[in-house]
């Protein structure tokens, strides 16, 4: 009896509770993909947290999320790996593979200190004290805590001093990310690499800082030095999938900012850039970097020059699925249809463009935006992103008589678009241009390769204003081109549809303007003549935005007040939340590598629309680079020549489009990657050594 | 009022149910190497606690006593406690997931936490009625956060100190513990 009562009594309360469960849990439902479920079952149940997140169910959420890769757990081994990686579709290899990176160069017993600390030794504690010795806010405190923190023995005290990571045991556990107490030590993932945004916490040298793209570049020298030509591709590829293209054209603003400047020449970042990305091409042999699985979701991308296929390279290195629409017949934007073959040959740029579109970018040409397709019509095709790169193709008009009259006067793009589309472009013995820009350098040199003799290049300021490349400036003088500066065109004079002679006035520096610099100014019946068989206008583009004339999405997209798209800097994105704009669209004319930055974050922001995270940037990121300190007073450093590119004669150049610049040898990018001082944001190499 | 006052004093200090009554220790242990893993399971305890007080003390008289099958307490409350926290389980990440997600595992872990088992049946031992039930639960899981937050916060310091390897981790935890309950005998003479 008893025991029946105490039977019912239990059972009761037992039926009770699983009844109450059991309409709890209909009532309280929460959609759990199935998925996390299963990844939760094979992760070992231990809970211990080591792998960073709050239990093994937490884990199996984020690995199904994508945040982390099927070899979360520590504890659980290759098996473990092997059975969540099952159940992701996905090989072991397949997801990301972590390592642990330091980001400080110098040990403190190298680098700028503020004071000898000497208190308890772990790096947290040393970081209570005014944030530790270094004079910089983001150096190693050099006590080692992540190596003890360490549960797989993957750290050591290397030589210098600082911890070194053995490869094959890092698990990319976390463990010492976490402990750091300055967030030095990192698990870096190439797509963590090539989302991050440069912010006021990384320690970089002063190249790197001032770098749009934010290439990594004392670190791909260092490999060049190394002979480890693959890795110094790979480098500047996690921050700039165009190393041949920048490494041809690029205005390199790292060099004017580089420590060496203070000692004799700036390194040659670009030419060894060069160096590196054509031994890639040389060998034949491809670097592809690894593609994640496909996601299933789908990015367009409007325009293939560099802002567009960059923001296509590295979405598809995360496993998008891009397709790119260009209006053209080819890919490559104006570094095919404006830049000519002299400075970088169609067949180089063939073969960059080749390895992004072999990571399974699909590309359409002959299809443009307002004309053959809508916005709508891509949102109707499923696209969950737009990326609008159409570049800066409507140039602006000189604005002076006679400028309609004559075919013989054309805009400097419009002549090098026709060179470029592989049509003939002849021009006359006296070719003006008007315009102080890399357009009109390349339309003179153009127009001189082709024939002309006299060619002449009027600019309204003076040579030092001159926002060309410095290199297309003397490459011009050299062949030749004869220079007017100070000099604006009234009139084009001419009879019977046939240009003569063009007249100009000469100004002088007034005021400085909003943008600094002084405002030429008129002098008054200075009026001359040249004679002139091709007039060339080069003084300015703006984006062609008359494709988004269009009725419903594009006209919310918002315009700037030089005719530009209207996007927030640094993340990219326009007025339409998942519409994203960069490179001259957004800028109107400038360079490639700020199209390419402009890609790449770009790239960066739809991810994380895309998977659902916030769209913000790190509070401390800046746009522009801040100034870094030069090489400390009374330290000196030997100094050593700069290697100089290799160039075709003068005379080997007219009436043909041949490579001028033929590179450097591997001995002199050997003996330069040497010159390179290792900087970090306040140290760099021979500071303590020569200074003590 | 003054029954409360007290009652909440002599569970949060006198007679706290880590460092006095000795309960709970496992996660006391497990959960206190740092400070933001001991507020989670602190809060974690206060709700489940409380709560857990209120229905073995209705289960104790509304079922067992009146069925004189009071020798079924122990399995009784054991099952009734499990239940119940699966159900706050359920019921918090539909309603409130941010605060789901920031207890995590220390939900389910409660259920196997002998100061919860401790308190219900403290409450019927010490025959409380209804309103001490819920005051005396609340407090005691009160008492149970700020001994587990304290010795985290001091856990967080050894961390930085010099310590012998043979002190490191739970030795050193054993020891602190032993003192801060020596420390909290200081309250003994506070009830009087
Ligand atoms: C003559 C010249 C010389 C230059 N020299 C240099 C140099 O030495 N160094 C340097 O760094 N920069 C140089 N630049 C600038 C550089 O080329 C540009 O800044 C860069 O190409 C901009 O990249 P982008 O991707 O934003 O646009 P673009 O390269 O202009 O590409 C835009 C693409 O979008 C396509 N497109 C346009 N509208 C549509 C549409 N409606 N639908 C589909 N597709 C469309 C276009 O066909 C084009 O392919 C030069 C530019 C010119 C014109
Ligand atoms: S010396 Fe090297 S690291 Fe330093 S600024 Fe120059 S190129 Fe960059």
Known sequence: ?692 | MTEYLLLVVYAVLVNNILLAQFLGNCPFLGTSQKMSTATGMAMAVIFVLTFAGVITWAVQWYVLVPLELEYLQTIAFILVIAALVQLVEIVLQKTAPALYSALGIFLPLITTNCAVLGVAIINIKEDYDFANTVVFSFASAVGFGLALVLFAGLRERFALSRMPRALQGTVSGLITAGLMALAFQGFMKLGG
Request: glycine share 12%; net charge negative.
């Open chain 1, 1 to 692: 009896m008893e025991v029946l009562a105490a039977a019912l009594v239990i059972g009761g309360i037992g039926t009770i509770a699983a009844i109450g469960l059991g309409v709890a849990a209909k009532v309280f439902a929460v959609y759990i993909d199935p998925k996390v479920i299963e990844v939760g079952e094979v992760l070992p149940g231990a809970n211990c947290g080591g792998c960073g997140y709050t239990g093994c169910a937490a884990a199996a959420t984020a690995v199904v999320k994508g945040k982390v890769g099927a070899n979360v757990c520590v504890v659980g081994g290759q098996e473990c790996a092997e059975a969540v990686a099952g159940i992701m579709g996905l090989s072991a290899e397949e997801g990301e593979v972590g390592i642990a990176e330091l980001g400080c160069k110098y040990s403190v017993t190298t680098a700028h200190l503020l004071f000898d600390y000497d208190g308890i030794e772990d790096c947290r504690a040393a970081a209570l004290v005014n944030g530790g010795g270094k004079v910089c806010s983001m150096g190693c405190l050099g006590f080692g805590t992540c190596i003890s923190a360490c549960q797989f023995g993957a750290l050591y005290r290397g030589a210098d001093g600082l911890p070194a990571v053995d490869k094959e045991r890092c698990t990319a556990c976390g463990a010492c990310e976490r402990i750091c107490p300055k967030g030095i030590i990192r698990v870096q993932t190439p797509s963590r690499k090539f989302t991050h945004v440069q912010t006021d916490d990384d320690c970089v040298a002063p190249c790197q800082a001032t770098c749009p793209a934010q290439i990594d570049i004392p670190a791909y020298i260092a490999a060049i030095g190394r002979g480890d030509y693959e890795k110094a591709v790979c480098i500047i590829k996690e921050s700039n999938p165009f190393p041949l293209v920048c490494g041809r054209v690029c205005p390199h603003v790292c060099e004017s900012v580089c420590r060496r400047n203070d000692i004799d020449e700036p390194v040659n970042i670009n030419h060894l850039k060069r160096f590196a990305a054509d031994f890639e091409m040389n060998s034949g042999k491809r670097f592809l970097p690894q593609v994640l699985p496909p996601n299933g979701k789908r990015v367009a991308i409007i325009g293939a020059g560099p802002g567009g296929l960059t923001c296509a390279y590295y979405l598809a290195r995360m496993g998008y699925q891009i397709k790119v629409f260009e209006s053209m017949p080819k890919p490559g934007g104006m570094l095919l249809y404006g830049i000519p073959e002299y400075r970088l040959p169609k067949k180089t740029l063939d073969w960059e463009i080749g390895g992004i579109l072999e990571l399974g970018v699909e590309l359409e040409c002959d299809k443009k935006l307002g004309v053959d397709f809508t916005i709508e019509d891509l949102y109707e095709q499923g696209y969950d992103a737009i990326f609008l790169a159409v570049g800066a193709w409507d140039s602006r008009r000189l604005g002076v008589p006679g400028e309609q009259d004559f075919p013989q006067v054309a805009s400097g793009t419009e002549f090098l678009i026709k060179r470029g589309l592989g049509e003939e472009t002849p021009v006359g013995r006296d070719v003006i241009i008007v315009g102080g820009g890399n357009t009109a350098m390349d339309a003179a040199r153009t127009s001189w390769r082709l024939g002309a003799e006299n060619v002449y290049l009027l600019y309204r300021r003076s040579r030092k204003e001159m926002p060309a490349n410095d290199i297309e400036v003397d490459e011009g003088e050299h062949e030749g081109i004869k220079y007017h500066f100070l000099a604006a065109p009234t009139k084009l004079i001419g009879t019977g549809g046939k240009l003569d002679a063009m007249e100009f006035l000469k100004m002088e520096l007034g005021e400085p303007d909003a943008s600094g610099r002084r405002r030429p100014v008129p002098i008054e019946g200075s009026e001359s003549n040249i004679q002139a068989d091709n007039v060339f206008s080069a003084i300015g583009q703006s984006p062609d935005l008359t494709c988004l004339d269009a009725e419903g999405v594009a006209s919310k997209l918002g315009r700037t007040k030089w005719n530009s798209i209207e996007a927030a800097d640094g993340t990219m994105q326009t007025d339409v939340s998942n519409i994203f704009s960069g490179g001259d669209a957004w800028r109107g004319a400038a360079t490639a590598v700020e199209a390419i930055r402009d890609g790449r974050f770009a790239a960066r922001s739809i991810n994380l629309l895309l998977t659902g995270e916030e769209l913000t940037l790190p509070s401390n990121w800046y746009a522009r680079a801040p100034k870094l300190p030069g090489i400390d007073e009374g330290i000196k450093i030997d100094k050593s020549e700069r290697a100089r590119m290799i160039e075709l004669s003068v005379d080997d150049r007219r009436m043909n489009f041949n490579e001028v610049e033929l590179g450097i040898t591997e001995e002199m990018a050997k003996k330069e990657s040497e010159r390179c001082l290792q900087c970090g944001e306040v140290c760099y190499q021979g500071y303590r050594e020569k200074a003590s």
